[in-house]
């Protein structure tokens, strides 16, 4: 098993820039998970997907900041237009079906350090 | 909502002493599970225990303790005879309507 996988691990861009983070999850897995990473704030889960719908978005910080999930086997985080403070760490997650609730097999990925200059 | 409180922002140790990190998970919920997750310097995020909210029996992994109290809503982290390896940021979280969150995290570091 890969793992989940997130691309790209690196991304500098400058301000006012699109920036798209990508994430494919396990497979077989139906829940996904977006976080960011900040010194300031720690862990924060920005969204999370069930089989492909977005079920809670109330950590997604402002309209610029956008997810999607198109298919079972692929999110975007779309950061439109990124700003310096958008920089962090961002970790995508991803765990199996039924499995919500214990967080049995929650899995992350390497994250994508965002450098927004 | 759910509440996770990770006390100490920054813990500094010799190696070979023990060191407690504490955690706080409120909740309303009845059933919840807990977890512990490590993140070394090189960014991964390691998953530690993972401990439902029905069993408050204390668990042991090597130099790894954990504790367990439901009514003071508390689920410590010990590492006993510390190592300079274990110098990491250590997270605490939980589950609530199925999605997982952490606490601000632990930074631990291990002098020689």
């Known amino acids: 098993d890969a793992g989940v996988i997130q691309s790209p691990r690196h991304e500098v861009t400058e301000m006012g820039q699109e920036v798209t983070l990508r994430c494919k999850p396990i497979?077989?897995?139906?829940?996904l998970f977006w976080y960011r990473q900040t010194m300031m704030r720690g862990l924060e889960l920005l969204i999370y997907f069930n089989n492909n719908v977005p079920i809670d978005d109330s950590g997604m910080p402002e309209d610029r900041f956008s997810a999607k999930m198109p298919n079972a086997s692929f999110s975007t985080l779309k950061i439109q237009p990124s700003e310096p403070r958008d920089s962090a760490v961002y970790f995508c997650?991803?765990?199996?079906?039924?499995?919500?609730?214990?967080?049995?097999?929650?899995?992350f990925g390497s994250g994508t350090r965002l450098t927004v200059v | 909502a759910q509440k996770v409180t990770q006390a100490q922002t920054e813990i500094s140790v010799v190696e070979k002493e023990d060191v407690t990190l504490d955690c706080v998970y409120e909740?309303?919920?009845?059933?919840?599970?807990l977890f512990w997750y490590k993140q070394p310097p090189s960014g991964e995020l390691v998953f530690l225990i993972r401990r439902n909210s029905f069993d408050e029996q204390n668990e042991i992994s090597g130099r790894y303790s954990w504790n367990f109290q439901k009514s003071t809503s508390s689920f410590n982290f010990t590492i006993t005879a510390s190592q300079v390896v274990d110098s990491a940021v250590y997270f605490c979280g939980g589950t609530s309507y199925g999605k997982l969150t952490f606490g601000q995290g632990t930074i631990l570091t291990v002098h020689p």
């Open positions: 497979s077989g897995h139906n829940s």
């Open positions: 909740t309303r919920d009845t059933t919840y599970y």
């Open positions: 997650a991803s765990s199996p079906p039924g499995q919500g609730a214990t967080g049995y097999g929650y899995t």
